[in-house]
């Protein structure tokens, strides 16, 4: 089966719109919202590549941004398209990460690739991904790129829920018995990474990193705790997050990170 069919087969029966919704995934929601509000500016172009129902593009469309957004599945362009109200200036169009020649050079303040990069399965299309991201982004522009991190999901999914069996895994070689590293296919849906792929990825851009940040930390592994928290609960807990989301010794453990570059000037 083709990469597209697996995602398409898996996107048309996920609810994708809900996936950030409760406590726990709103965590990572506005956290990368809290790092895009650091760097967008009044006027600023939007583009939003593997949008999905447009979570954020319609968020940023709502405060007035310009943007522009692409997405592969068709299911989820037709979510993305009821999503949207009638004030927000926004497009969206069918279209890959790997090839956005639909889009000029350097047309975007700020690009945002939440989502693409954790169905490759190869560093050069990852490249290609980052690659085309920059390259519609403007000089001095800021690229927001999430990844799935193994370490977070193994705990949340394998030893916590239970959901994966991490000895099967082992033993089919999508982690190293060693390492713990992670290694998928297209028909395991999603690329799991730690921070040293994401540097070694990178390490051929000519781009300046920003910041790294545990977009959610322990929120998912802390479901339950978090989604029972009252709102004052849940304000200190922000808190705590925001505060500790980019220390080095707590960067592993959280199922996505986001990584945040400028294209130089
Ligand atoms: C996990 S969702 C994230 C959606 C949204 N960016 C968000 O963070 O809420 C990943 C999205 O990327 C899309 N996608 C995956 N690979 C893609 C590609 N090569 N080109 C464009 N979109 C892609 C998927 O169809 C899906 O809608």
Redesign the pocket.
Known sequence: METNQY?TEF?NSYD?DS??APRHGSVEFLTTMRYIEKYIKPGDRVL?????SG??SHALARQGYAVDA????EH?IQVFKQNTQPQEHITVTQ????DLSAFPDGSYDIT?L???L???YDAGDKRQ?IREALRVTKPGGVVFA?YVISDGCLLDEGFNRGNISVSQYVRDGLLDAKTFAARSEPKDLFELVRREDVDELMSVFDAVRLHYVASDGCALLLREAVDAMDDEAFELYLRYHFATCEREDLLGVTSHALDVFRKRG
């Open positions: 995602l996107y994708e996936r950030l939003e590549i593997g949008a999905g979570r954020y692409v997405e592969l599945v989820n279209g890959n990460a790997l945002l939440l989502g693409p954790y169905h490759l991904a999430a």
